[in-house]
T-cell receptor, first 115, second 116 residues
């Protein structure tokens, strides 16, 4: 079956530090890959996505590249801010027929950025 | 942007009672909505796909008689936990797709259910 494994947290960084959250996956077929972010008290929001191998998703200074050879989709940001403190979920989507997809999530990584 | 709301945000109920959780798409229509369950320090697990005007599709291992789903309109899906037990205590999250390529979804803020 499909699965997503991401770096366990919590991760605590100082402002302006470099961030990497590792994510690897197992899937049949050709999944799309996502990073979702959940800020305190809010619902999950799509941060970025990549739909095919070698695609790079980017948003708000975050980047992740779809690496099929290593089945990875690591999240990076060059300089984190306090406002980036949140839980980050790696996920993959697989097609189930018609217009139906299924999202499979990693366990989430709590990031805390201190001033 | 599109917003999905859930009500209530938290609920405490006694064993044996039933609890209804609502999921609404506030500024868009959703023929499909998804219900997830999240245990502490674990990932979101898809429970079922809610389809407007037809029966919900449940994931393997999810009791359909235990978790009743109704999608009566294009903006509302409800999840009813029937005869709740302490092991049903969890965080329940719904989502609705933005468009036909429904992997890009909007998520509700979640509902914390505690069964005593």
């Amino acid at each position: 079956g499909n699965s997503v494994t991401q770096m366990e947290g919590p991760v605590t960084l100082s402002e302006e530090a470099f961030l990497t959250i590792n994510c690897t996956y197992t899937a049949t077929g050709y999944p799309s890959l996502f990073w979702y972010v959940q800020y305190p008290g809010e619902g999950l929001q799509l941060l970025l996505k990549a739909t095919k191998a070698d695609d790079k998703g980017s948003n708000k200074g975050f980047e992740a590249t779809y690496r099929k050879e290593t089945t990875s989709f690591h999240l990076e940001k060059g300089s984190v801010q306090v406002s980036d403190s949140a839980v980050y979920f790696c996920a993959l989507s697989t097609f189930r027929g018609g217009s139906n997809y299924k999202l499979t999530f990693g366990k989430g990584t709590l990031l805390t950025v201190n001033p | 942007g599109a917003v999905v709301s859930q009500h209530p945000s938290w609920v405490i109920c006694k064993s044996g009672t039933s609890v209804k959780i609502e999921c609404r798409s506030l500024d868009f229509q959703a023929t499909t909505m998804f219900w997830y369950r999240q245990f502490p320090k674990q990932s979101l697990m898809l429970m079922a796909t809610s389809n407007e005007g037809s029966k919900a599709t449940y994931e393997q291992g999810v009791e359909k008689d235990k978790f009743l789903i109704n999608h009566a309109s294009l903006t509302l899906s409800t999840l009813t936990v029937t005869s709740a037990h302490p092991e049903d205590s969890s965080f329940y999250i719904c989502s609705a797709p933005k468009n036909r390529a429904n992997y890009e979804q909007y998520f509700g803020p979640g509902t914390r259910l505690t069964v005593t």
